[in-house]
C-alpha cells in the first residue's frame, strides 16, 4: 500500500475519531457525515482508531497523537468552508479576525418556545468539547448572561473532566442585573459562580454583581446621574471588577457571552431598556430602537451601518445608561487576545430572527474571536456576510 493510501485511510479513521468524541455524534450520524458509511463499518473505524491510540474508550478525541497539522485539518473539515472564506475577507474596525468556528448540531431550526428549549439544550452539550479547549488557554474568563451561556455552563458542570478543571482561572461577571424584576439563574452572577464550580477552579471565588443594576434610566440627569453612578462604584464588587486599581476587568483574556437581535436587544431586560431609555423619561419604541441598533453584545448595542451623526449620538447615549463592560473595554480584550493565544470574545448562540445580523455586525467591529455557532445560525450568518 502506498504512503498515499495509508494516509487516507488513517484520515478516514481519524474523521471518524474526531465526530465521535469532540461532536458526540452517533454511529449512524457518523456515517451519514462521512458519505453514507454502514453503522458496522464506523464501529471498524472507531475500533482502530483505539488500536492506533487516537481515540480513547471514553471517547476523548486526542489530537496530541495527531502530526503536526492535521488537528486543524479535521477542524476545517466540519467547518463550513464558504463561511470560513467570508470570514477571511472581513477587514475588521479593530483588526481583529474570527481565529475558531465551531459549528454545533442542535436538530432543527424551530422557533417555538419548546423546540428552542431543546435545541439550546442540545448546543449546551454540544459546546463542552470547544469550550473545554478555550477555557484550558484561559487565565481570567468574563461572562454576560443569557441563555445560550447559561446552557454551555449548566453543561460544562455536568462534564466529567475538563483541561481546566483544577487551575487558577478567575471568572468575572460583566453585567448588572434587572431592577423591575426578579433576578435568574441566566444573569452574569449568577454564571459566574455556576462557571466557577464547573471549573472546580482554584482561584478565589468570582464576585457578585447582584444588587448593581444594569441599567440607570436616562431621566436621571446631571448630580442625579452622578450620584447613581458615584454609589454603584462604591459597592465591594464592582470595585473588584471596573475599579480604578487593578480591576479584573482589565486581567481579562476570555469572554463568554451572547448576542441580543435587534427586535429584543439586552435579552431579559428588553423592556426595562426601552422604559429607561427614552428622551424626557418617556419610554422608547421599538421600533425607533431597531432603526438605531444591529443588537448588543453583552450588553453594549452596536449601532446599524449607515447611521446618521445624530443616531450615533442617539445609541451612545443609550449606552451611556449602562453599568456593566464597555465597548472600549470588550475591544481591549479582543485586541489583547489577538496578540496571544488566548480565545478573546467567544460568541455562544444558536439561530434565530435577527441573530445573523447583530453577530455579523460584531465580527466587522473586530469584536468576535470565537464562534460557537449551531448550523441554522451558520447558514444564516453565510447568507448576511456573502449579500
Known amino acids: 500500500m502506498s504512503s498515499r493510501q495509508q494516509d487516507r485511510k488513517d484520515f478516514d479513521v481519524q474523521r471518524a ?74 477587514r475588521p474596525r479593530t483588526g481583529v479576525h474570527v481565529s475558531g468556528v465551531h459549528v454545533l448540531d442542535t436538530g432543527s431550526s424551530g422557533l417555538s418556545e419548546r423546540t428552542i428549549t431543546v435545541r439550546l439544550a442540545r448546543f449546551g452539550r454540544a459546546a463542552v468539547a470547544p469550550l473545554d479547549g478555550l477555557l484550558g488557554r484561559s487565565a481570567c474568563v468574563a461572562v454576560s448572561w443569557g441563555r445560550s451561556v447559561s446552557c454551555a455552563v449548566d453543561s460544562l458542570r455536568a462534564a466529567p473532566s475538563l483541561r481546566s478543571a483544577g487551575r487558577a482561572i478567575r471568572v468575572v461577571p460583566l453585567c448588572g442585573e434587572p431592577t423591575e424584576q426578579q433576578s435568574n439563574r441566566d444573569t452574569s452572577s449568577h454564571l459566574a459562580e455556576r462557571l466557577h464550580e464547573a471549573l472546580h477552579s482554584s482561584a478565589p471565588k468570582p464576585p457578585s454583581l447582584t444588587g448593581v443594576p444594569a441599567l440607570i ?143 455579523a455586525e460584531a465580527i466587522r467591529h473586530g469584536l468576535v474571536g470565537v464562534l460557537v455557532i449551531d448550523r441554522s445560525l451558520a447558514d444564516g450568518l453565510t447568507k448576511v456576510l456573502a449579500a
Open 17 to 90: 475519531a474526531y465526530l465521535c468524541a469532540e461532536r458526540e455524534l452517533t454511529q449512524a450520524e457518523i456515517g451519514r457525515m462521512l458519505g453514507g458509511l454502514s453503522q458496522s463499518r464506523v464501529s471498524r473505524l472507531l475500533k482502530r482508531a483505539e488500536e492506533r491510540g487516537w481515540l480513547e474508550r471514553s471517547y476523548r478525541f486526542v489530537p496530541e497523537k495527531l502530526e503536526a497539522g492535521r488537528y486543524e485539518q479535521l477542524r476545517q473539515f466540519e467547518e463550513p468552508s464558504t463561511l470560513v472564506d467570508l470570514l477571511a475577507k472581513i
Open 217 to 359: 434610566p436616562r431621566h436621571f440627569k446631571g448630580a442625579d446621574a452622578r450620584g447613581i453612578r458615584k454609589f454603584v462604584a462604591l459597592t465591594a464588587s464592582y470595585r473588584d471588577v471596573f475599579g480604578a486599581a487593578d480591576p479584573l476587568i482589565d486581567r481579562v483574556d476570555t469572554l463568554l457571552t451572547s448576542v441580543g437581535p435587534a427586535n429584543r436587544p439586552m435579552g431579559f431586560i428588553h423592556e426595562e431598556l426601552l422604559k429607561a431609555g427614552g428622551p424626557r423619561g418617556k419610554p422608547l419604541r421599538s421600533a425607533d430602537l431597531q432603526d438605531l441598533v444591529a443588537g448588543d453584545i453583552g450588553g453594549v448595542l452596536l449601532p446599524r451601518q449607515g447611521l446618521s451623526a445624530k443616531g450615533l449620538r442617539e445609541v451612545e447615549a443609550l449606552n451611556t445608561m449602562w453599568t456593566g463592560a464597555t465597548l472600549a473595554q470588550y475591544e481591549r480584550i479582543a485586541q489583547g487576545a489577538a496578540k496571544t493565544s488566548r480565545p478573546g470574545i467567544v460568541v455562544l448562540s444558536i439561530g434565530g430572527p435577527g441573530r445573523p445580523e447583530i453577530i
